[in-house]
Nanobody
């Protein structure tokens, strides 16, 4: 059974940077599509970045140019480098995985971590 665990969240001032990690266990995820989502209370979970098994990446417009998703298959780990953080980036961040990158919505990902909180102050 694939399990995902995020880490690296925290509090940062606007303009700062954070790097999130998502460690996978139970299954080697080198053939999986991996993604990052975020959610604020009262809103839907938003897909923001994904990396396919071939290393190709895709980003939501809201984070393009500021966030970088990457994976290290030797460590079974997914990363999200977040630069130029703004207060509107404050959210719970989740990593997710599925057998293929079929779309951005929550429904396209089967496996989820518990989330890590990112808070950006102005």
């Amino acid at each position: 059974q694939l399990q995902l665990m995020e880490s690296g969240g925290g509090s940062v001032q606007a303009g700062g940077s954070l790097t999130l990690s998502c460690k996978a266990s139970g299954v080697a995820v080198n053939t999986y599509c991996m993604g990052w989502f975020r959610q604020v209370p009262g809103k839907e979970r938003e897909g923001i970045a994904a990396v396919d098994s071939d290393g190709s990446t895709d980003y939501a417009n809201s984070v393009k140019g500021r966030f970088t998703v990457s994976r290290d298959n030797t460590k079974n780990t997914l990363f999200l480098q977040m630069n130029s953080l703004q207060p509107e980036d404050t959210a719970m961040y989740y990593c997710a995985a599925d057998f293929q990158c079929a779309g951005w919505g929550e429904a396209y990902f089967t496996y989820w971590g518990q989330g890590t909180q990112v808070t950006v102050s102005s």
